[in-house]
């Protein structure tokens, strides 16, 4: 009986030897508390680079990219919005070059998705914004939120009412907006009937880096819009600050669209070298983006001498 006394005893001294031993390493707190975290917050480390159409410093939308952590489709909206916010807590991802163009104070009060639309609703500060940006603004979120996988169409609304006219320049807008509104709008017009908008997109150069513009080319044109597009590309007069890399001498011979694919086929002034049979992923890109823009197609084929020398995809352009 003495000795089971003994042996409870000894095992009870070690016991509290090895709480006092562990509380020792533990660091002092005021009145002998612990500080226990409440909430842990998660961190992705899943950074990813993204599109996003920023006011250049000639006063274009153009297009660029900054890296974001969001992955599910509406904190992605909302982390672009963000940054578009002028003095936003996302400036830091501004390129050079570059500036926001959503007035400052603007509130993104609502996202949704329903299947290919997203809702945005935002503050009334968004419209606090100059007569001569008014428009571009618009361009600027379209174009942005369009560039997320799977959404096509935008619904504004500003402080639950959707944007339907532009308070300055008095602008109607439709009720749905997509990329059919245009963007850097030129107009060369002769009459108002049968008129078409081409989208085009162009190169700009800023410090060493080159960047895309799109500009919406509104005309009584009413040849295919991919003749348009080579025809504009491949002229030598320069377009306002704007480039194109694509020799002028290149000829478009012939297109075929089949389901969600265009092929093109060239002569071979579009190589940048007749000899290696090389060609500028400028040139691919202004091509496909342009095309892109204007044809529901997922998918471009270059080809010269009815063979394929270059591929691109919506995913892998944008």
Do not use: W
């Amino acid at each position: 009986m003495l000795k089971n006394m003994s042996m409870k005893k000894i095992i009870t001294s070690s016991i509290v030897l090895m709480i006092v031993s562990l509380l020792s390493f533990l660091p002092n707190k005021p009145n002998n508390q612990l500080e226990i975290p409440t909430s842990i917050e998660y961190v992705s480390q899943n950074v990813q680079t993204h599109t996003i159409y920023l006011l250049d410093n000639n006063n274009y939308i153009s297009k660029t990219s900054i890296k974001i952590r969001s992955e599910d489709k509406e904190d992605i909206a909302r982390e672009l919005l963000e940054t578009m916010i002028q003095e936003g807590k996302n400036s830091d991802q501004i390129p050079s070059g570059f500036l926001p163009i959503i007035p400052s104070n603007t509130k993104i009060n609502a996202l949704s998705i329903q299947e290919d639309t997203l809702k945005v609703d935002v503050s009334a500060e968004f419209l606090n914004t100059s007569k001569e940006l008014e428009e571009k603004l618009i361009e600027a979120v379209v174009y942005t939120l369009t560039s997320i996988d799977g959404i096509q169409n935008i619904i504004l609304y500003v402080d639950g009412n959707i944007l339907t006219k532009l308070p300055q320049t008095k602008i109607n807008l439709p009720t749905t907006l997509n990329r059919q509104i245009g963007i850097n709008k030129t107009y060369q017009l002769t009459a108002l009937t049968n008129v078409t908008a081409t989208n085009i997109y162009y190169i700009r150069k800023y410090n060493d880096n080159y960047f895309y513009t799109p500009v919406t080319k509104i005309t009584n044109d009413n040849r295919e819009k991919i003749e348009i597009i080579i025809e504009e590309l491949s002229s030598s007069v320069p377009q306002n600050n704007l480039m194109s890399f694509l020799n002028s001498n290149t000829q478009l011979l012939n297109f075929t669209i089949d389901y969600d694919q265009m092929i093109i086929c060239f002569d071979e002034y579009i190589f940048n070298d007749l000899e290696t049979k090389d060609i500028l992923e400028e040139v691919l890109d202004t091509i496909s983006l342009s095309i892109y823009d204007n044809y529901p197609v997922e998918e471009v084929i270059f080809q010269v001498d009815n063979q394929e020398i270059a591929k691109t995809t919506v995913k892998s352009i944008e």
